[in-house]
Protein backbone atom coordinates (compact mmCIF):
# COMPACT_ATOMS: atom_id res chain seq x y z
CA UNK A 1 0.00 0.00 0.00
CA UNK A 2 1.56 3.56 -0.78
CA UNK A 3 0.78 5.88 1.49
CA UNK A 4 0.83 9.87 1.24
CA UNK A 5 3.44 12.04 2.57
CA UNK A 6 0.78 13.12 5.57
CA UNK A 7 -0.02 9.31 5.95
CA UNK A 8 3.56 8.63 6.26
CA UNK A 9 4.62 11.86 8.78
CA UNK A 10 1.56 10.09 11.23
CA UNK A 11 2.65 7.46 11.44
CA UNK A 12 6.36 8.52 12.00
CA UNK A 13 4.85 10.26 14.52
CA UNK A 14 3.11 7.53 16.12
CA UNK A 15 6.26 5.03 15.78
CA UNK A 16 8.48 7.59 17.30
CA UNK A 17 6.74 8.14 20.52
CA UNK A 18 6.65 4.49 21.22
CA UNK A 19 9.76 3.71 20.35
CA UNK A 20 13.02 4.28 22.12
CA UNK A 21 14.24 5.86 18.98
CA UNK A 22 16.04 9.55 18.57
CA UNK A 23 15.31 10.82 14.83
CA UNK A 24 18.42 13.00 14.02
CA UNK A 25 18.75 14.65 10.40
CA UNK A 26 22.06 16.66 8.96
CA UNK A 27 21.06 19.95 7.37
CA UNK A 28 20.56 18.92 3.51
CA UNK A 29 18.34 16.44 4.25
CA UNK A 30 14.87 17.16 2.56
CA UNK A 31 12.62 19.12 4.32
CA UNK A 32 9.48 16.84 5.01
CA UNK A 33 12.56 14.50 6.47
CA UNK A 34 14.46 17.43 8.50
CA UNK A 35 11.16 18.82 10.00
CA UNK A 36 10.49 15.74 12.13
CA UNK A 37 14.23 15.20 13.39
CA UNK A 38 14.38 15.77 16.86
CA UNK A 39 17.84 16.83 16.67
CA UNK A 40 19.25 19.08 13.65
CA UNK A 41 22.69 19.98 12.45
CA UNK A 42 26.31 19.51 10.84
CA UNK A 43 27.52 15.91 10.50
CA UNK A 44 30.16 16.56 14.22
CA UNK A 45 27.28 18.73 15.97
CA UNK A 46 24.94 15.58 15.57
CA UNK A 47 27.67 13.20 16.38
CA UNK A 48 28.46 15.17 19.88
CA UNK A 49 24.82 15.56 20.28
CA UNK A 50 23.76 11.26 20.58
CA UNK A 51 26.74 10.92 22.81
CA UNK A 52 24.41 12.07 25.60
CA UNK A 53 21.15 11.37 24.27
CA UNK A 54 18.94 7.61 26.41
CA UNK A 55 17.19 6.75 23.89
CA UNK A 56 18.42 2.98 22.54
CA UNK A 57 18.71 3.77 18.52
CA UNK A 58 19.57 6.13 16.83
CA UNK A 59 17.84 7.02 13.72
CA UNK A 60 20.34 8.79 11.09
CA UNK A 61 19.26 10.76 7.88
CA UNK A 62 22.35 11.34 6.12
CA UNK A 63 25.22 9.67 4.57
CA UNK A 64 27.41 6.78 5.44
CA UNK A 65 30.15 8.42 7.19
CA UNK A 66 28.12 10.46 9.62
CA UNK A 67 25.84 7.28 10.97
CA UNK A 68 29.53 5.86 11.08
CA UNK A 69 31.07 8.79 13.27
CA UNK A 70 27.72 8.24 15.84
CA UNK A 71 28.89 4.68 15.97
CA UNK A 72 32.13 5.32 16.55
CA UNK A 73 31.95 8.25 19.17
CA UNK A 74 29.35 5.67 20.98
CA UNK A 75 29.75 2.34 20.50
CA UNK A 76 27.01 1.42 22.45
CA UNK A 77 24.24 3.00 20.77
CA UNK A 78 22.81 0.70 17.84
CA UNK A 79 22.47 3.53 14.49
CA UNK A 80 20.20 2.99 11.95
CA UNK A 81 19.98 4.85 8.46
CA UNK A 82 16.96 5.07 6.62
CA UNK A 83 19.34 5.17 3.59
CA UNK A 84 22.95 4.29 3.95
CA UNK A 85 23.59 6.85 1.09
CA UNK A 86 27.11 7.15 0.00
CA UNK A 87 29.25 10.83 0.28
CA UNK A 88 30.48 10.83 -3.25
CA UNK A 89 33.66 13.02 -1.44
CA UNK A 90 34.16 9.94 0.76
CA UNK A 91 34.06 7.53 -1.66
CA UNK A 92 36.94 9.20 -3.45
CA UNK A 93 39.33 7.75 -0.84
CA UNK A 94 39.81 4.46 1.13
CA UNK A 95 42.25 2.98 3.41
CA UNK A 96 44.47 1.64 0.44
CA UNK A 97 44.01 5.31 -1.47
CA UNK A 98 45.33 6.77 1.93
CA UNK A 99 48.07 4.35 1.67
CA UNK A 100 49.06 5.33 -1.65
CA UNK A 101 49.15 8.89 -0.30
CA UNK A 102 51.63 8.31 2.62
CA UNK A 103 53.66 6.23 -0.46
CA UNK A 104 53.51 9.08 -2.70
CA UNK A 105 55.12 11.16 0.08
CA UNK A 106 57.89 8.96 0.89
CA UNK A 107 58.24 8.42 -2.93
CA UNK A 108 59.51 12.15 -2.78
CA UNK A 109 61.90 12.17 0.14
CA UNK A 110 59.42 12.57 3.25
CA UNK A 111 59.81 10.23 6.02
CA UNK A 112 56.28 9.13 7.36
CA UNK A 113 57.71 9.95 10.90
CA UNK A 114 57.61 13.80 9.27
CA UNK A 115 53.98 13.52 8.19
CA UNK A 116 50.95 14.44 10.09
CA UNK A 117 47.72 13.40 8.75
CA UNK A 118 44.55 15.19 9.10
CA UNK A 119 41.22 13.61 7.71
CA UNK A 120 38.24 16.14 6.76
CA UNK A 121 35.32 14.77 9.06
CA UNK A 122 33.81 13.45 5.78
CA UNK A 123 35.61 10.67 5.25
CA UNK A 124 34.53 6.98 6.02
CA UNK A 125 35.73 5.12 9.22
CA UNK A 126 38.39 3.29 7.66
CA UNK A 127 40.72 6.45 6.60
CA UNK A 128 39.69 8.26 10.03
CA UNK A 129 41.40 4.86 11.60
CA UNK A 130 44.41 5.34 9.33
CA UNK A 131 44.91 8.71 10.34
CA UNK A 132 44.55 7.75 13.82
CA UNK A 133 46.74 5.18 13.81
CA UNK A 134 49.28 7.27 12.40
CA UNK A 135 49.08 9.78 14.72
CA UNK A 136 47.07 12.50 13.20
CA UNK A 137 42.99 13.73 13.63
CA UNK A 138 39.71 14.71 12.06
CA UNK A 139 39.19 18.19 11.55
CA UNK A 140 35.80 19.90 10.31
CA UNK A 141 35.42 22.71 8.32
CA UNK A 142 34.91 25.20 11.27
CA UNK A 143 38.02 24.49 13.15
CA UNK A 144 40.17 23.34 10.33
CA UNK A 145 42.06 26.17 10.13
CA UNK A 146 42.56 25.89 14.50
CA UNK A 147 43.73 22.25 13.71
CA UNK A 148 45.76 23.00 10.90
CA UNK A 149 47.77 25.43 12.99
CA UNK A 150 48.26 23.61 16.06
CA UNK A 151 49.31 20.30 14.17
CA UNK A 152 52.13 22.92 12.26
CA UNK A 153 54.09 23.58 15.47
CA UNK A 154 55.02 19.93 15.09
CA UNK A 155 57.41 20.77 12.68
CA UNK A 156 55.59 18.47 10.27
CA UNK A 157 53.71 18.35 6.80
CA UNK A 158 50.70 18.35 6.72
CA UNK A 159 48.89 15.48 4.62
CA UNK A 160 45.17 16.77 4.09
CA UNK A 161 42.47 13.93 2.81
CA UNK A 162 40.49 14.11 1.21
CA UNK A 163 39.20 17.49 0.33
CA UNK A 164 41.63 18.94 -1.81
CA UNK A 165 39.35 22.22 -2.20
CA UNK A 166 38.91 22.92 1.55
CA UNK A 167 42.80 22.48 2.58
CA UNK A 168 43.71 24.83 -0.37
CA UNK A 169 41.11 27.39 1.48
CA UNK A 170 42.87 26.59 4.68
CA UNK A 171 46.30 27.22 3.08
CA UNK A 172 45.72 30.10 1.47
CA UNK A 173 43.88 32.14 4.55
CA UNK A 174 47.04 31.37 6.80
CA UNK A 175 49.48 32.03 3.63
CA UNK A 176 50.75 28.36 3.27
CA UNK A 177 51.93 26.68 0.43
CA UNK A 178 49.78 23.42 -1.17
CA UNK A 179 49.36 21.29 -3.40
CA UNK A 180 47.14 18.75 -4.88
CA UNK A 181 48.15 15.06 -5.40
CA UNK A 182 48.48 14.28 -8.98
CA UNK A 183 48.88 17.51 -9.72
CA UNK A 184 51.51 19.70 -10.58
CA UNK A 185 53.34 20.94 -7.55
CA UNK A 186 56.12 19.85 -5.73
CA UNK A 187 55.61 18.67 -1.78
CA UNK A 188 59.12 19.32 -0.60
CA UNK A 189 58.20 23.13 -0.64
CA UNK A 190 54.41 22.84 0.48
CA UNK A 191 53.39 23.01 3.78
CA UNK A 192 50.02 21.02 3.19
CA UNK A 193 49.44 18.27 0.66
CA UNK A 194 45.91 17.55 -0.69
CA UNK A 195 44.40 14.48 -1.54
CA UNK A 196 42.72 14.95 -4.80
CA UNK A 197 39.10 14.64 -3.65
CA UNK A 198 36.16 17.29 -3.71
CA UNK A 199 32.72 17.87 -3.05
CA UNK A 200 30.56 18.01 -6.45
CA UNK A 201 27.66 19.87 -5.06
CA UNK A 202 30.18 22.88 -4.18
CA UNK A 203 31.54 22.31 -7.44
CA UNK A 204 28.96 23.62 -9.51
CA UNK A 205 29.58 27.39 -8.37
CA UNK A 206 31.34 29.61 -10.34
CA UNK A 207 32.88 33.51 -10.82
CA UNK A 208 30.25 33.60 -13.69
CA UNK A 209 27.31 32.83 -11.40
CA UNK A 210 29.32 35.70 -8.63
CA UNK A 211 29.44 38.02 -11.46
CA UNK A 212 26.08 37.76 -12.59
CA UNK A 213 24.72 38.45 -8.84
CA UNK A 214 26.68 41.36 -7.86
CA UNK A 215 25.71 43.45 -11.68
CA UNK A 216 22.46 42.16 -10.79
CA UNK A 217 22.29 43.28 -7.38
CA UNK A 218 24.92 45.90 -6.47
CA UNK A 219 26.04 45.49 -2.56
CA UNK A 220 24.90 41.85 -2.61
CA UNK A 221 26.80 39.94 -0.17
CA UNK A 222 28.66 36.32 -1.25
CA UNK A 223 28.82 33.58 0.72
CA UNK A 224 30.15 30.51 0.44
CA UNK A 225 31.49 27.45 1.97
CA UNK A 226 35.01 26.49 1.98
CA UNK A 227 34.18 23.11 -0.33
CA UNK A 228 34.19 25.49 -2.56
CA UNK A 229 36.76 26.08 -5.60
CA UNK A 230 39.38 28.70 -3.99
CA UNK A 231 38.66 30.57 -6.78
CA UNK A 232 35.56 31.05 -5.54
CA UNK A 233 36.13 31.53 -1.87
CA UNK A 234 38.58 34.06 -2.91
CA UNK A 235 36.34 35.88 -4.34
CA UNK A 236 33.44 35.86 -1.89
CA UNK A 237 32.44 38.09 1.01
CA UNK A 238 32.40 35.75 3.37
CA UNK A 239 33.69 32.09 3.86
CA UNK A 240 32.17 29.61 6.26
CA UNK A 241 31.28 25.97 7.34
CA UNK A 242 27.16 25.10 7.38
CA UNK A 243 26.75 26.09 11.12
CA UNK A 244 28.90 29.73 10.06
CA UNK A 245 27.19 30.34 7.16
CA UNK A 246 23.93 29.32 9.06
CA UNK A 247 25.11 32.14 11.80
CA UNK A 248 26.28 34.91 8.98
CA UNK A 249 23.18 34.91 7.11
CA UNK A 250 20.48 35.02 9.44
CA UNK A 251 22.16 37.71 11.42
CA UNK A 252 22.33 40.02 8.39
CA UNK A 253 19.61 43.09 8.18
CA UNK A 254 16.77 41.82 6.20
CA UNK A 255 16.96 44.24 3.13
CA UNK A 256 20.73 42.80 3.07
CA UNK A 257 20.78 40.32 -0.19
CA UNK A 258 23.13 37.65 0.03
CA UNK A 259 23.86 34.92 -2.88
CA UNK A 260 24.97 31.39 -0.77
CA UNK A 261 26.68 28.90 -2.51
CA UNK A 262 26.05 25.74 -0.47
CA UNK A 263 23.35 23.14 -0.91
CA UNK A 264 20.39 24.29 -1.60
CA UNK A 265 18.11 22.61 1.20
CA UNK A 266 19.92 24.51 3.54
CA UNK A 267 20.01 27.60 1.83
CA UNK A 268 16.64 27.35 0.71
CA UNK A 269 15.45 27.29 4.54
CA UNK A 270 17.77 30.03 5.63
CA UNK A 271 15.45 33.45 5.59
CA UNK A 272 12.41 34.06 3.72
CA UNK A 273 13.39 36.87 1.03
CA UNK A 274 16.67 38.72 0.02
CA UNK A 275 18.52 34.97 -0.03
CA UNK A 276 19.64 33.75 -3.57
CA UNK A 277 21.15 30.25 -4.37
CA UNK A 278 24.81 31.26 -5.99
CA UNK A 279 24.19 28.81 -9.43
CA UNK A 280 22.55 28.72 -12.86
CA UNK A 281 21.19 25.16 -11.96
CA UNK A 282 19.97 23.53 -8.74
CA UNK A 283 22.96 22.65 -6.26
CA UNK A 284 21.02 19.45 -4.65
CA UNK A 285 23.22 16.87 -2.90
CA UNK A 286 22.11 13.60 -4.89
CA UNK A 287 22.77 11.21 -2.09
CA UNK A 288 21.42 13.60 0.65
CA UNK A 289 18.43 13.93 -1.01
CA UNK A 290 18.02 9.95 -1.14
CA UNK A 291 16.03 9.55 1.93
CA UNK A 292 12.24 9.73 1.83
CA UNK A 293 9.59 10.01 4.65
CA UNK A 294 8.60 6.08 3.08
CA UNK A 295 12.58 4.96 3.95
CA UNK A 296 11.69 6.64 7.17
CA UNK A 297 8.72 4.60 8.14
CA UNK A 298 10.31 1.73 7.11
CA UNK A 299 13.06 1.90 8.99
CA UNK A 300 10.87 2.92 11.95
CA UNK A 301 8.55 -0.36 11.73
CA UNK A 302 11.14 -2.38 11.40
CA UNK A 303 12.38 -1.49 14.56
CA UNK A 304 8.87 -1.85 16.09
CA UNK A 305 8.72 -5.72 14.72
CA UNK A 306 12.06 -6.39 16.34
CA UNK A 307 14.22 -6.68 13.22
CA UNK A 308 15.86 -3.03 12.63
CA UNK A 309 17.23 -2.57 8.97
CA UNK A 310 20.43 -0.51 7.97
CA UNK A 311 22.27 -0.76 11.15
CA UNK A 312 25.84 0.85 11.20
CA UNK A 313 28.22 -1.70 12.13
CA UNK A 314 32.08 -0.95 12.50
CA UNK A 315 34.39 -3.55 13.80
CA UNK A 316 36.57 -3.01 16.45
CA UNK A 317 39.93 -2.10 15.19
CA UNK A 318 38.59 0.53 13.38
CA UNK A 319 36.58 1.80 16.02
CA UNK A 320 38.92 1.97 18.20
CA UNK A 321 41.83 3.94 16.12
CA UNK A 322 38.91 6.18 14.48
CA UNK A 323 37.67 7.35 17.57
CA UNK A 324 41.12 7.90 18.88
CA UNK A 325 41.70 10.75 15.57
CA UNK A 326 38.20 12.17 16.41
CA UNK A 327 38.58 12.17 20.32
CA UNK A 328 41.75 13.88 19.65
CA UNK A 329 40.14 17.11 17.76
CA UNK A 330 37.51 16.53 20.37
CA UNK A 331 40.16 17.72 23.28
CA UNK A 332 41.52 20.84 21.54
Not at 68 to 87: H, I, W
Request: hydrophobic share 40%; glycine share 6%; aromatic share 8%.
Amino acid sequence: MKYTNEELTQKIIELKSKLSVTFVAHFYQRDEVFDLADITGDSLELAKKTMNDDSEFVLFCGVAFMGQSVKVLSPNKRVVMPKVACCAMARMIDSLYYDDSVKFLEDNGIAKEDVLPITYINSNADVKAKVGEMGGMVCTSSNAKMIITKALKEGKKILFVPDRCLGQNIANQMGLKSMVIGQEGNPNEADIICYDGFCSVHQLFTLEDIEFYRKKFPGILIATHPECDPAICNASDFVGSTSQLIKYITELPEEQKVAVGTEFNMVNRLRPKNTYVLSSTKPECPTMNETTLEDVYLTLKAIDEGAPINEIEVDETTQKWAKIALERMLAL
